[in-house]
């Protein structure tokens, strides 16, 4: 079992900047692609980005050239840094790990950090 915890969310104003973390942790071998993922009330849960071990990244339109997304290995750890924030980029954000194991991969997700735009 991989266990991801969240930190970072809040609430800012619009045009404002937030930075999330996420941190792996329990059977974490064989992780590999890493992401952020959000849902809003009423709306099914999206993509927001994802980064490979390798580091190659894939963003949501709504939110590329806006945000980035690292990753630290070692660490195991995960980061999203959303800036010009708008209202429409509230929700719960979920971090995610996909982990391949006996030939099939499992994706784990954290428990969620609400995350509001608002002034």
């Known amino acids: 079992q991989v266990q991801l915890v969240e930190s970072g969310g809040g609430l800012v104003q619009p045009g404002g900047s937030l930075r999330l973390s996420c941190a792996a942790s329990?059977?974490?071998?064989?992780?590999?692609?890493m992401g952020w993922y959000r849902q809003a009330p009423g709306k099914q849960r999206e993509l927001v980005a994802t980064?490979?071990?390798?580091?190659?990244?894939n963003y949501a339109d709504s939110v590329k050239g806006r945000s980035t997304i690292s990753r630290d290995n070692a660490k195991n750890t995960v980061n999203l840094q959303m800036n010009s924030l708008k209202p429409e980029d509230t929700a719960v954000y979920y971090c995610?790990?996909?982990?391949?194991?006996?030939?099939?991969?499992?994706?784990?997700w954290g428990q969620g950090t609400q995350v509001t735009v608002s002034s």
């Open positions: 995610s790990a996909d982990q391949a194991r006996n030939r099939n991969i499992y994706r784990y």
């Open positions: 980064i490979t071990t390798g580091g190659a990244t």
């Open positions: 329990g059977s974490i071998f064989s992780i590999n692609t």
